[in-house]
């Protein structure tokens, strides 16, 4: 069933998936479909069955935006000042902070425009499949504005600040080939392939010890901002509590007989 917000959730036994479904208007996001996604988002954290989150979008495009039309239209009176300063907290920049800060693994399948809020969501996962058509772009100095939705945080810890700027002050789109080379998506598969390939990355990860994929992908997330000490320190805390999981004693069971782990993801 398609949901109005243009954004439907479905659980579907340990998988979390997330559809982008307006392709009228690209995928572009409302407000109502980013209020979906970050519920859907705090929910899988909340879970303990949920073990990842499979992020798709129907028809051409990925997604494209936000949805400026429907942002910019208002019967009300001039809105008080710190009104976008309010509604980007809530709308954009929350959705960005809460899929990267997420305990699970995110894969995405990004075929066509990936542009804004659309190349963030693309970015901010932990495994992106890019069909041959995609292009990730950050068209907001090209567009007379500044970035937003974390562009300026992740892009230059992704790709270094020269390849960052050539992107954001040239509001250049990237295509597919270059993102791989530049380490932005992890494969490239044909336009009707991307839900296939999406799909064998999801059961891998569904297969995982997810505890442990989910304490090495916030360790992995925020290296660039702590000291050596800091890293050490918290490597030494997510140990701990992976050590305890009844998934490290699989694990270890399955090293000795020599056969594959069975994880629970618990």
């Not at 340990?14 to 209020?35: C, E, T």
């Not at 028809?59 to 976008?84: D, I």
Request: aromatic share 4%; with cysteine.
């Amino acid at each position: 069933m398609t949901n109005e917000s243009g954004v439907d959730i479905t659980r579907d036994g340990v998988v979390l998936r997330v559809h982008l479904n307006h392709p009228a208007s690209g995928n572009a996001l409302s407000q109502a479909g980013i209020d979906e996604f970050v519920a859907a988002l705090d929910e899988a954290t909340r879970s303990n069955t949920v073990r990842v989150i499979a992020l798709t979008a129907e028809g051409r495009h990925f997604c494209t935006g936000m949805n400026l039309v429907e942002a910019n239209t208002s019967n009300q009176e001039r809105p008080r000042t710190g009104h976008l300063r309010r509604r980007t907290a809530l709308g954009a920049n929350r959705l960005v902070k809460t899929l990267i800060e997420v305990p699970l693994p995110v894969v995405s399948g990004v075929r066509g425009w990936a542009a804004g809020i659309g190349n963030m969501l693309a970015l901010s996962s932990d495994y992106v499949v890019a069909s041959e058509t995609a292009k990730l772009w950050a068209p907001f100095v090209g567009r007379g504005f500044t970035p937003d939705s974390g562009t300026s945080y992740l892009l230059p810890r992704l790709v270094g600040t020269q390849r960052a700027k050539e992107m954001v002050l040239l509001s250049r789109p990237l295509l597919a080939e270059r993102a791989e080379q530049w380490g932005l998506v992890n494969d490239i598969v044909a336009d009707d392939a991307v839900e296939e390939r999406v799909e064998e990355v999801v059961q891998e990860f569904a297969r995982a010890a997810t505890v442990s994929v989910g304490l090495a992908k916030q360790m992995l997330n925020r290296s660039h901002e702590m000291t050596l000490e800091q890293a050490l320190d918290r490597e030494a805390t997510a140990l701990e509590i992976s050590l305890r999981t009844a998934d490290f004693k699989e694990g270890m069971s399955s090293l000795r007989e020599k056969r594959d782990p069975d994880y629970r993801g618990t």
